[in-house]
């Protein structure tokens, strides 16, 4: 670490070195060591913040508990560093792969004058930032609970690190969130919990499981959908998922299915889901966008229409829907 803040340039050595430690480092010790990885990344010159980031996602897949609010927060200057950088430099942009060489340096001294160092570093750091927080983002609830909120900054740099999309759906999330599920024909209504859910072909599966054959006619999800939206990989030979509804919010604006549930708005304190008859077939590629992430929606509670008269004179009905 000393390495990495003091700028030595003993810094690839040491990187090294602190890679076969933390390999044969016990529990105690790999969870001291991601403390301090996490805490330096967020405080070094950024492209060397970006390798000890990565060190930092290497342990989280090995099952190191590893708090990545650090490395996502530092995530946000670095791709508002990148996206000066992209910008200023046109087209032709070179491969952050690659790494800088004097060449690059010096062109980029050229456009930028003295402050030309932290966002060319920013560039060639941002991939390993972002890989980093994907992984952070995937193996800690804490950490997507802890960055829930947008962050435009980052969002706009996924033009030139297209990876960044998937930071921005971990970021959103939703983890124990309660939905109000309306079913519009029969006027009955549900209300779920949903963890891990990555975006509303999930949603929309998991809510067939939970609901049709059941409490509601058709045709039950194949047990494969199941395995593969929950816990289990796509087995071989699983077949497309063939759509049951169409999604509809509070407002009757239609919920896509490629959307996340925090799409979906809010209405009071709750989020309002109202199943209407699909105006087309529908069908999606079955299993889950973030496979290491389980995903699971539980039936909390299941409300007589009675129950529900003052909800449908404030809910809109749906509007024209459109096939994707």
Same mark, same amino acid.
């Given at each position: 670490?000393?390495?990495?803040?003091?700028?030595?340039?003993?810094?690839?050595?040491?990187?090294?070195?602190?890679?076969?430690?933390?390999?044969?480092?016990?529990?105690?010790?790999?969870?001291?060591?991601?403390?301090?990885?996490?805490?330096?990344?967020?405080?070094?010159?950024?492209?060397?913040?970006?390798?000890?980031?990565?060190?930092?996602?290497?342990?989280?897949?090995?099952?190191?508990?590893?708090?990545?609010?650090?490395?996502?927060?530092?995530?946000?200057?670095?791709?508002?560093?990148?996206?000066?950088?992209?910008?200023?430099?046109?087209?032709?942009?070179?491969?952050?792969?690659?790494?800088?060489?004097?060449?690059?340096?010096?062109?980029?001294?050229?456009?930028?004058?003295?402050?030309?160092?932290?966002?060319?570093?920013?560039?060639?750091?941002?991939?390993?930032?972002?890989?980093?927080?994907?992984?952070?983002?995937?193996?800690?609830?804490?950490?997507?609970?802890?960055?829930?909120?947008?962050?435009?900054?980052?969002?706009?740099?996924?033009?030139?690190?297209?990876?960044?999309?998937?930071?921005?759906?971990?970021?959103?999330?939703?983890?124990?969130?309660?939905?109000?599920?309306?079913?519009?024909?029969?006027?009955?209504?549900?209300?779920?919990?949903?963890?891990?859910?990555?975006?509303?072909?999930?949603?929309?599966?998991?809510?067939?499981?939970?609901?049709?054959?059941?409490?509601?006619?058709?045709?039950?999800?194949?047990?494969?959908?199941?395995?593969?939206?929950?816990?289990?990989?796509?087995?071989?030979?699983?077949?497309?998922?063939?759509?049951?509804?169409?999604?509809?919010?509070?407002?009757?604006?239609?919920?896509?299915?490629?959307?996340?549930?925090?799409?979906?708005?809010?209405?009071?304190?709750?989020?309002?889901?109202?199943?209407?008859?699909?105006?087309?077939? &529908?069908?999606?590629?079955?299993?889950?966008?973030?496979?290491?992430?389980?995903? &699971?929606?539980?039936?909390?509670?299941?409300?007589?229409?009675?129950?529900?008269?003052?909800?449908?004179?404030?809910?809109?009905?749906?509007?024209?829907?459109?096939?994707?």
């Amino acid at each position: 670490m000393e390495a990495a803040r003091n700028g030595g340039a003993d810094f690839g050595q040491s990187l090294r070195e602190a890679r076969q430690a933390i390999g044969a480092a016990g529990p105690e010790e790999a969870i001291a060591a991601a403390h301090l990885l996490v805490d330096a990344s967020a405080e070094v010159m950024p492209q060397r913040g970006g390798w000890l980031a990565a060190l930092a996602g290497s342990l989280a897949e090995k099952g190191v508990d590893v708090d990545g609010i650090p490395v996502v927060e530092r995530l946000s200057g670095i791709a508002a560093g990148a996206v000066t950088f992209a910008e200023t430099w046109g087209p032709d942009l070179p491969d952050p792969a690659q790494g800088p060489n004097q060449q690059i340096w010096e062109r980029t001294r050229q456009l930028m004058g003295e402050r030309a160092r932290i966002p060319m570093q920013c560039w060639y750091a941002l991939p390993h930032f972002t890989k980093s927080a994907v992984t952070l983002l995937t193996y800690s609830p804490a950490t997507r609970v802890a960055v829930r909120d947008h962050d435009d900054v980052v969002d706009r740099a996924a033009e030139y690190c297209p990876e960044l999309e998937y930071v921005r759906d971990l970021r959103r999330m939703l983890d124990g969130e309660d939905l109000l599920i309306l079913d519009r024909p029969t006027r009955r209504g549900w209300s779920v919990t949903i963890h891990g859910v990555g975006d509303n072909f999930q949603l929309h599966t998991l809510l067939a499981a939970a609901l049709v054959g059941r409490a509601l006619p058709g045709t039950p999800p194949d047990l494969r959908w199941m395995r593969c939206f929950t816990t289990g990989e796509v087995e071989p030979g699983t077949p497309p998922v063939t759509g049951w509804w169409r999604l509809t919010d509070a407002h009757g604006e239609q919920i896509r299915n490629e959307g996340v549930p925090a799409d979906i708005p809010v209405l009071g304190e709750t989020r309002v889901v109202v199943l209407d008859p699909p105006p087309y077939p &529908s069908s999606w590629p079955p299993g889950r966008r973030f496979p290491l992430i389980p995903g &699971s929606l539980a039936l909390d509670a299941t409300y007589h229409p009675d129950d529900l008269a003052a909800w449908w004179p404030i809910l809109k009905p749906p509007q024209t829907a459109r096939p994707h």
